[in-house]
């Protein structure tokens, strides 16, 4: 049999390239759930982890809305707890970041900083990246009044004076659930009128415990230990001013992780994936589960439910095939 040049280098690259089944970009809840469900079919999954471990998840402090852990549990450690339960039914976990994808045939093509995969489904729970402000004092205090999600971190702000910086439906949404918990909470915006639709807006102009900065920016978040006070300016007076606070809360919009994928797969018009019911994306084989397919909820026990469902309907595929 005789091959061509270009024949014979495709068949050595070919050789180069980990064969696997189920391929998991993601190491969120959504990831290491479809892990779990593909490793007890005796699928062998392979989880590339990205570059946060254990997903948005991993950042929140402590999580009390996740059934089955009534004192909260730590992201950092649920994480864990996710991970080493899909290794025990023989998941792989492969610690680095996709490169590149190629999804014009089956088997799909994977490069990653930890290894290149040729695999016959993909699930993909790359998760959404909330937006970051990138002002001193943001990154350091993460995790230490700074959030990026009032329905996690709340209740830890019971009494507490908070800032809720933004502008859209989000924003006035967890100003509005903060309201709960938090003694004040003040609204940061650096336009004169809000984004949101006129019923929340309403809402928070009625609300006793709501205040409203408006044509504001934040500079600066301060804090040794934890957040304690926002330096503000007034983008049309120009005026500078330090307030203090207990916390602050980010809602300046998610970007879902779909860089990989644009091009290749349906995305919505919020730029998420588009997945149906089954978690089928619009290419046979591909799967997506989580954030990156879910601009609504963003809760670990959603995403968790949405790897599952990816899990078994990758399952079903394979077998069909």
Not at 242 to 253: Q, W
């Amino acid at each position: 049999m005789n091959l061509s040049f270009s024949s014979m280098n495709a068949e050595l690259k070919n050789k180069n390239l980990q064969k696997v089944r189920v391929l998991i970009l993601g190491s969120g809840p959504a990831g290491w759930s479809a892990a779990l469900y593909t490793a007890r079919a005796e699928l062998n999954p392979v989880v590339i982890t990205g570059t946060t471990l254990g997903g948005q998840a991993a950042l929140t402090y402590t999580i009390e809305n996740y059934p089955g852990f009534p004192e909260g549990i730590g992201g950092m450690h649920l994480g864990e707890l996710f991970q080493n339960q899909a290794e025990k039914f023989g998941t792989k976990t492969v610690f680095g970041t996709a490169t590149s994808v190629d999804l014009s045939r089956r088997p799909f093509i994977v490069k990653t900083d930890g290894g290149d995969f040729e695999a016959e489904t993909l699930i993909i729970a790359t998760g959404a990246s909330p937006n970051k402000l990138g002002i001193p004092g943001e990154e350091l205090l993460t995790g230490k009044g700074v959030s990026y999600c009032a329905t996690c971190d709340g209740f830890f702000f019971k009494d507490k004076k908070v800032a809720v910086i933004g502008g859209g439906d989000s924003a006035l949404e967890e100003a509005l659930f903060l309201t709960r918990f938090a003694s004040s909470v003040t609204i940061i915006h650096r336009r004169d009128s809000f984004r949101a639709g006129a019923i929340l807006q309403n809402r928070v102009q009625q609300d006793p415990k709501i205040s409203l900065m408006m044509d504001t920016i934040p500079l600066i978040i301060q804090g040794k230990e934890k957040v304690e006070l926002l330096k503000v300016k007034n983008v049309k007076s120009g005026l500078e001013s330090e307030i203090p606070f207990d916390g602050a809360f980010i809602f300046i919009g998610h970007t879902p992780n779909v860089q990989l994928f644009e091009g290749q797969l349906d995305l919505d018009h919020h730029g998420y994936l588009k997945a149906d019911a089954r978690m089928q994306t619009s290419v046979p084989g591909v799967f997506a589960a989580g954030e990156v397919a879910d601009p609504f909820n963003r809760q670990v026990v959603t995403s968790a439910g949405m790897g599952a469902a990816a899990a078994i309907q990758a399952t079903r595929f394979l077998q069909d095939q």
